[in-house]
């Protein structure tokens, strides 16, 4: 048998003052004394289920839970101490001569049950503190580790415990000194709660679904085995056939981050025609041709969910499209049969597919439709506004059974169970339906029932039950569970066939139906096999040594890549799971092994995964891949992958540091000779893209001393895409140069005249070379330049050139809508903006992503704010926390702070707390992350949630630029002085609005030297810039000013059509002062 990690408990003893006998007495009669005493061990340790593993001198050593687990080892191996020391006191030869010190410990150890060979049975450092703690004993003491007691104080009573000093132990070990068996079993018991009420609540919630067409999301929450799958077992097997409701579930991995999508392909094979077909295309297609959609869309619509899944080729796309389809794909199927969807395990769940299931639970349609969610309380750990918000969200929170809901349990299930092991399992289990389960099926399989039941055979944790059972099993079966850990749900015969070839195909066969008999694995989807719970997977493979578990990750990755060939990408991520799992596995021994591991494979797979899942949208997964392959990839690899990682995210600081270590590395390479031209152009190439994430991406903003790196860096680029020789190149980076100029570096007139040719220049040439995405690029250049030189119109005519390029990807056109935002913005043109997006909004086909809307939303809700267009607010606010949720993983790609402040001054207006508060708290926490200016902006959040000025923990003087404007503002829309030597610092030009601004600062000085003439003209000419919103606020300063309450009316029927209770609120406070 090959060695397995297992948990065993440990029992050392040994005879205080041999040596001292060895002067008293004869040889031979010290022999046949320590005879005697090696008896008593050879006939209770076997008693109590331990194994004898050697005598050493005087000192017996015997193991308990090898070969044989039994789950209550610790407490056998107390029993038998006690045992010992009692046959020992009671010998009449022995008694008044010999005294013991025994130690016992529990922990895991490497082991074997081949007690032929010549190797140790156990090895690990538990077995060197079980003899540390013997010889720690005082004579006739028993002293146990911690793991022990905390095993065992239920059953024996211990002394105080007290700390020793063991040798090549950098800290005491804590001891307990036993005392002897407890009278009466110690057992905490749980809350009392059943079953029954919640059964009630899934069948009242499934009546509601079907009479009100409505859908209905239930979450089932609680820890392992307390009975979640039981629970939903029952409900389903309780549906009336008549009802016709079809039944579908998606189950979710145990490897955390590591697997997208993979659950969702038995759930999309389960619900087109029950799992009955392959899934393919045109059966996909099939569902939405049967809804009536266009035979295009229905193409689009199954290319998109396909995508998920690896099949039918990769498209690039947005996540929102993929999240989108899956969303029409099940309501559409609700509206053709009454739909019940399943996620088992959700906590396992990947980020990308939890985000995807969120999207779901907002369903649009009027459908019979209950999605039911199965997870672990770590779930809300995760996501703590799980389910929040929801329409029909049901949270059940399942609690441990009541003893006699137990009770009843046992009784179902065995019948000839006598009653004091009844009452063992109730305590035992704690109220955990799998807990009693699996107490009760060791019995079973050990063939004890009746009067022949022990419960000392009874395990008494769920990985001890488990792991009895796992010594019950035959060679063969254990070979394969240990196979099937590793694997997972991807388990098949032919994938045994080719992991164990050791065995015959009929002996694997014969192997799984001894699993299945036993309900230890159970078939799945498409001829493959499960784990019934996947508690008996992390036993199984916790069993594992880490060699084994190198070996079979690799050669399971290796049979995934042979067995399916010819569609390798539908398998790429799991292969580049057990690839890397073995290869960081072998690295983790501290004795390097002698284990032969392809690392490439390793890293075309995880790179190939990081493609794949970036072109489903899944980009933080793809991130996670291309980490991963950092971790264990050759320095010569990294300039590549890290490349690849920036290359997979959007402009952010994430980015910005991903191809700052490709070029870390590629200057490391080249470090010590001149690059040849091959190498300049790889260097070029990063430091663009690096550049164009400052510059054009406004990384920069978000980044502390990158406005100072850029020239030197620009440089750079310079002088090596020179060295290379290549034009392409050397055309993308003078665009770089063009959004420096106009972005970062302070630039006359003059001179961005001077380089607005080069843009042009530039566009000439990728228009030429056929290169969308440059094309676009070098238009934005233009842009940016029109912008600086106030050449609306200009700027205006670029984008819609811009929008016009045919095969643009969705981020090109998506910052082409932005810059005709902001150029109809500069222009005051603000309807054409307004209807310039919702023409857009309306315009999105099924399953189309909003992320390349985002910039254009952001820039357009102040706009909207601003000229009193809420109803637009309306509409852009859901569509932004689409986007917001979409971002939740990388804020450093948040790109979105003007518009969400903007929200955040509209739900104050409205005192809507609830908004108020998510609002303040996400933008806390974006700027936490990401800003430079993060106290500003922090305290900027304070002041206008709180209403307060007060609440700034910084000085007025402290703040600079678009800061200082929006302090500006607040102090004058409440009538509060603002610091005149503040008022440089408020310099901004947003959307050109110098005159609107200009007048800002007349009413400053105005409220300064108390001059309401000054005030009044300032004011006027606010109202003619479509100002409303601050006009009208400022209406209510002057009338309080003044004490002419005609401005009262002015503001009044503005404030009431924009329901701005707050404004509404301050309005009235000064209309009765003036009253009074």
């Given at each position: 048998?090959?060695?397995?990690?297992?948990?065993?408990s440990?029992l050392?003893?040994?005879?205080?003052?041999?040596?001292?006998?060895?002067?008293?007495l004869?040889?031979?009669?010290?022999?046949?004394?320590?005879?005697?005493?090696?008896?008593?061990?050879?006939q209770?340790?076997?008693?109590?289920?331990?194994?004898?593993?050697k005598?050493?001198?005087?000192a017996?050593?015997?193991?308990?839970?090898?070969?044989?687990?039994?789950?209550?080892?610790?407490?056998?191996?107390?029993?038998?101490?006690?045992?010992?020391?009692?046959a020992?006191?009671?010998?009449?030869?022995?008694?008044?001569?010999?005294?013991?010190?025994?130690?016992?410990n529990?922990?895991?150890?490497?082991?074997?049950?081949?007690?032929?060979?010549?190797?140790?049975?156990a090895?690990?450092?538990?077995?060197?503190?079980?003899?540390?703690?013997?010889?720690?004993?005082?004579?006739?003491?028993?002293?146990?580790?911690?793991?022990?007691?905390?095993?065992?104080?239920?059953?024996?009573?211990?002394?105080?415990s007290?700390?020793?000093e063991?040798?090549?132990?950098?800290?005491?070990?804590?001891?307990?000194p036993?005392q002897?068996?407890?009278?009466?079993?110690k057992?905490?018991?749980?809350?009392l709660?059943?079953?029954?009420?919640?059964?009630?609540?899934?069948?009242?919630?499934?009546?509601?679904?079907?009479?009100?067409?409505?859908?209905?999301?239930?979450?089932?929450?609680?820890p392992?085995?307390?009975?979640?799958?039981?629970?939903l077992?029952?409900?389903?097997?309780?549906?009336?056939?008549?009802?016709?409701?079809?039944?579908?579930?998606?189950?979710?991995?145990?490897?955390?981050q590591?697997?997208?999508?993979?659950?969702?392909?038995?759930?999309?094979?389960?619900?087109?025609?029950?799992?009955?077909?392959?899934?393919?295309?045109p059966?996909?297609?099939?569902?939405?041709?049967?809804?009536?959609?266009?035979?295009?869309?229905?193409?689009?619509?199954?290319?998109?969910?396909?995508?998920?899944?690896?099949?039918?080729?990769?498209?690039?796309?947005?996540r929102?499209?993929?999240?989108?389809?899956?969303?029409?794909?099940?309501?559409?199927?609700?509206?053709?049969?009454?739909r019940?969807?399943?996620?088992?395990?959700?906590h396992?769940?990947?980020?990308?597919?939890?985000?995807?299931v969120?999207?779901?639970?907002?369903?649009?349609?009027?459908?019979?439709?209950?999605?039911i969610?199965?997870s672990?309380?770590?779930?809300?750990?995760?996501?703590?506004?799980?389910?929040?918000?929801?329409?029909?969200?049901?949270?059940?929170?399942?609690?441990?059974?009541?003893p006699?809901?137990?009770?009843?349990?046992?009784?179902?299930?065995?019948?000839?169970v006598?009653?004091?092991?009844?009452?063992?399992?109730?305590?035992?289990?704690?109220?955990?339906?799998?807990?009693?389960?699996?107490?009760?099926?060791?019995?079973?399989?050990r063939?004890?029932?009746?009067?022949?039941?022990?419960i000392?055979?009874l395990?008494?944790?769920?990985?001890?039950?488990?792991?009895?059972r796992?010594?019950q099993?035959?060679?063969?079966?254990?070979s394969?569970?240990?196979v099937?850990?590793?694997?997972?749900?991807?388990?098949?015969?032919t994938?045994?066939?080719?992991?164990?070839?050791?065995?015959?195909?009929s002996?694997l066969?014969?192997?799984?139906?001894?699993?299945?008999?036993?309900?230890?694995?159970?078939?799945?989807?498409?001829?493959t096999?499960?784990?019934?719970?996947?508690?008996?997977?992390?036993?199984?493979?916790?069993?594992?040594?880490?060699t084994q578990?190198?070996?079979?990750?690799?050669?399971?990755?290796?049979?995934?890549?042979?067995?399916n060939?010819?569609?390798?990408?539908?398998?790429?991520?799991l292969?580049?799971?057990?690839?890397?799992?073995a290869?960081?596995?072998?690295?983790?021994?501290?004795?390097?092994?002698?284990l032969?591991l392809?690392?490439?494979?390793?890293?075309?797979?995880?790179?190939?995964?990081?493609?794949?899942a970036?072109?489903?949208?899944?980009?933080?997964?793809?991130?996670?891949?291309?980490?991963?392959?950092?971790a264990?990839?050759?320095?010569?690899?990294?300039?590549a992958?890290?490349?690849?990682?920036?290359?997979?995210?959007?402009?952010?600081?994430?980015?910005?540091?991903?191809?700052?270590q490709a070029?870390?590395?590629?200057?490391?390479?080249?470090?010590?000779?001149?690059?040849?031209?091959?190498?300049?152009?790889v260097g070029?190439?990063?430091?663009?893209?690096?550049?164009?994430?400052?510059?054009?991406g406004g990384?920069?903003?978000?980044?502390?001393?990158?406005?100072?790196?850029?020239?030197?860096?620009?440089?750079?680029?310079?002088?090596?895409?020179?060295?290379?020789?290549?034009e392409?190149?050397?055309?993308?980076?003078?665009l770089v140069?063009?959004?420096?100029?106009?972005?970062?570096?302070?630039?006359?007139?003059?001179?961005?005249?001077?380089?607005?040719?080069?843009?042009?220049?530039?566009?000439?040439?990728?228009?030429?070379?056929?290169?969308?995405?440059?094309?676009?690029?070098?238009?934005?250049?233009?842009?940016?330049?029109?912008?600086?030189l106030?050449?609306?119109?200009?700027?205006?005519?670029?984008?819609?050139?811009?929008?016009?390029?045919?095969?643009?990807?969705?981020?090109?056109?998506?910052?082409?809508?932005?810059?005709?935002?902001?150029?109809?913005g500069?222009?005051?043109?603000?309807?054409?903006?307004?209807?310039?997006?919702?023409?857009?909004?309306?315009?999105?086909?099924?399953?189309?992503?909003?992320?390349?809307?985002?910039?254009?939303?952001?820039s357009?809700?102040?706009?909207?704010?601003?000229?009193?267009?809420?109803?637009?607010?309306?509409?852009?606010?859901?569509?932004?926390?689409?986007?917001?949720?979409?971002?939740?993983?990388?804020?450093?790609?948040?790109?979105?702070?003007?518009?969400?402040f903007?929200?955040?001054?509209?739900?104050?207006?409205?005192?809507?707390?609830?908004?108020?508060?998510?609002?303040?708290?996400?933008l806390?926490?974006?700027?936490?992350?990401?800003?430079?200016?993060?106290?500003?902006?922090?305290?900027?959040?304070?002041?206008y949630?709180?209403?307060?000025?007060?609440?700034?923990?910084?000085?007025?003087?402290?703040?600079q630029?678009?800061m200082?404007?929006?302090?500006?503002?607040?102090c004058?829309?409440?009538n509060?002085p603002?610091p005149?030597?503040?008022?440089?610092?408020?310099?901004?030009?947003?959307?050109?609005?110098?005159?609107?601004?200009?007048?800002?600062?007349e009413?400053?000085?105005?409220?300064?030297?108390?001059d309401?003439?000054?005030?009044a003209?300032?004011?006027?000419?606010?109202?003619?810039?479509?100002?409303v919103?601050?006009?009208?606020r400022?209406?209510?300063?002057?009338?309080?000013?003044?004490?002419?309450?005609?401005?009262?009316?002015?503001?009044?029927?503005?404030?009431?059509?924009?329901?701005?209770?707050?404004?509404?609120?301050?309005?009235?406070?000064?209309?009765?002062?003036?009253?009074?």
């Amino acid at each position: 048998m090959p060695e397995e990690r297992k948990l065993v408990s440990i029992l050392f003893a040994d005879v205080t003052g041999s040596t001292a006998l060895g002067d008293e007495l004869d040889p031979e009669d010290v022999r046949a004394l320590m005879g005697r005493y090696y008896e008593h061990a050879r006939q209770i340790i076997p008693q109590h289920g331990g194994t004898l593993e050697k005598f050493i001198g005087d000192a017996v050593m015997a193991i308990f839970g090898l070969p044989q687990a039994h789950g209550d080892d610790p407490e056998r191996a107390l029993a038998a101490a006690l045992a010992l020391r009692k046959a020992v006191a009671d010998d009449e030869m022995l008694g008044s001569i010999f005294q013991l010190r025994i130690g016992v410990n529990t922990g895991e150890v490497m082991a074997t049950s081949d007690s032929t060979s010549n190797q140790f049975m156990a090895t690990g450092d538990a077995v060197n503190v079980a003899a540390r703690l013997e010889q720690n004993a005082n004579p006739g003491e028993i002293l146990a580790g911690e793991r022990t007691y905390a095993a065992a104080s239920h059953a024996f009573l211990f002394d105080a415990s007290r700390h020793a000093e063991v040798k090549g132990k950098s800290r005491p070990l804590t001891v307990y000194p036993l005392q002897g068996p407890r009278a009466t079993r110690k057992v905490e018991r749980p809350p009392l709660v059943g079953r029954k009420q919640d059964l009630m609540q899934l069948a009242l919630l499934q009546a509601r679904a079907l009479e009100e067409e409505r859908p209905q999301l239930v979450s089932i929450t609680a820890p392992a085995g307390t009975g979640k799958t039981r629970l939903l077992e029952e409900f389903l097997a309780r549906l009336d056939l008549d009802e016709n409701f079809q039944v579908a579930t998606a189950r979710c991995l145990p490897y955390g981050q590591t697997l997208t999508y993979w659950p969702l392909r038995g759930l999309l094979s389960q619900l087109i025609q029950g799992g009955d077909i392959t899934i393919t295309r045109p059966n996909v297609a099939h569902v939405f041709r049967e809804a009536s959609y266009a035979q295009a869309d229905a193409e689009r619509l199954a290319d998109l969910i396909l995508a998920t899944l690896g099949i039918e080729g990769e498209t690039t796309t947005d996540r929102e499209n993929i999240f989108s389809a899956w969303r029409l794909l099940i309501e559409v199927l609700a509206t053709q049969a009454p739909r019940i969807v399943i996620f088992e395990d959700l906590h396992w769940a990947s980020d990308s597919l939890f985000d995807l299931v969120e999207y779901i639970t907002h369903l649009r349609t009027q459908a019979p439709l209950m999605l039911i969610a199965l997870s672990r309380p770590e779930l809300l750990d995760r996501r703590p506004n799980w389910g929040g918000g929801r329409q029909n969200f049901t949270s059940l929170a399942l609690q441990p059974l009541s003893p006699r809901n137990t009770q009843e349990l046992i009784s179902h299930l065995m019948q000839d169970v006598p009653q004091a092991v009844r009452t063992q399992i109730v305590e035992r289990s704690g109220g955990n339906p799998f807990f009693a389960l699996e107490l009760l099926r060791g019995l079973q399989e050990r063939g004890l029932t009746g009067d022949t039941a022990s419960i000392e055979q009874l395990p008494d944790t769920v990985h001890a039950a488990v792991q009895a059972r796992l010594d019950q099993l035959s060679r063969p079966e254990r070979s394969v569970l240990q196979v099937a850990s590793v694997a997972g749900r991807a388990l098949s015969l032919t994938m045994l066939a080719e992991v164990l070839s050791e065995y015959s195909l009929s002996e694997l066969q014969q192997a799984l139906d001894g699993l299945l008999e036993r309900d230890i694995l159970v078939p799945s989807e498409g001829h493959t096999y499960a784990f019934l719970h996947i508690l008996f997977r992390d036993v199984a493979y916790g069993t594992l040594a880490r060699t084994q578990r190198v070996r079979l990750h690799e050669k399971i990755a290796t049979s995934l890549e042979t067995l399916n060939a010819d569609h390798l990408d539908e398998y790429a991520e799991l292969i580049a799971y057990h690839y890397r799992e073995a290869v960081t596995l072998s690295r983790q021994a501290a004795i390097r092994t002698q284990l032969q591991l392809d690392v490439s494979k390793a890293l075309h797979f995880l790179r190939r995964a990081a493609h794949l899942a970036s072109h489903a949208g899944a980009y933080f997964e793809a991130q996670n891949y291309l980490q991963s392959a950092i971790a264990i990839a050759p320095e010569s690899e990294l300039i590549a992958i890290y490349e690849e990682l920036g290359d997979c995210m959007f402009w952010s600081r994430t980015t910005a540091e991903a191809y700052q270590q490709a070029f870390a590395y590629w200057e490391k390479q080249n470090t010590e000779h001149t690059p040849d031209a091959s190498q300049s152009l790889v260097g070029a190439r990063l430091l663009r893209k690096l550049l164009i994430n400052y510059t054009r991406g406004g990384g920069w903003e978000r980044i502390e001393g990158t406005e100072q790196q850029i020239p030197v860096l620009l440089e750079r680029a310079q002088t090596l895409v020179a060295a290379s020789g290549n034009e392409y190149e050397q055309w993308r980076i003078h665009l770089v140069r063009c959004f420096s100029r106009s972005h970062i570096v302070e630039s006359s007139k003059e001179e961005l005249q001077q380089i607005l040719p080069v843009a042009q220049e530039a566009t000439t040439y990728f228009e030429q070379q056929n290169d969308p995405q440059a094309l676009s690029e070098a238009l934005d250049a233009q842009t940016t330049l029109f912008m600086r030189l106030r050449d609306y119109p200009a700027m205006l005519e670029v984008n819609q050139r811009r929008r016009a390029i045919p095969h643009l990807s969705a981020a090109e056109l998506g910052d082409a809508l932005h810059m005709l935002v902001f150029s109809y913005g500069y222009m005051k043109n603000y309807e054409a903006s307004f209807e310039l997006v919702l023409q857009e909004l309306k315009s999105l086909r099924p399953g189309q992503s909003l992320l390349h809307l985002s910039a254009a939303l952001s820039s357009i809700a102040p706009v909207a704010f601003g000229t009193g267009h809420w109803d637009l607010l309306e509409i852009l606010y859901p569509k932004m926390e689409e986007i917001r949720e979409q971002n939740s993983s990388d804020l450093s790609t948040f790109n979105m702070f003007d518009g969400y402040f903007s929200l955040l001054r509209w739900a104050l207006a409205h005192e809507n707390r609830p908004t108020i508060d998510s609002i303040a708290a996400f933008l806390r926490r974006v700027v936490g992350e990401i800003f430079a200016l993060r106290e500003q902006f922090t305290n900027v959040i304070e002041i206008y949630q709180t209403d307060d000025i007060g609440a700034s923990s910084l000085k007025l003087t402290d703040y600079q630029g678009g800061m200082a404007r929006i302090i500006l503002l607040f102090c004058l829309e409440r009538n509060l002085p603002f610091p005149e030597e503040l008022i440089p610092n408020t310099q901004t030009d947003l959307f050109g609005s110098g005159n609107s601004f200009k007048q800002d600062i007349e009413i400053a000085y105005a409220i300064l030297t108390d001059d309401n003439e000054r005030f009044a003209r300032a004011l006027e000419k606010l109202e003619q810039y479509q100002e409303v919103v601050h006009a009208a606020r400022l209406d209510i300063v002057l009338a309080e000013r003044t004490g002419d309450r005609r401005y009262l009316g002015m503001a009044r029927p503005i404030l009431e059509r924009l329901q701005d209770r707050q404004f509404l609120r301050r309005l009235n406070d000064v209309a009765e002062r003036l009253t009074s």
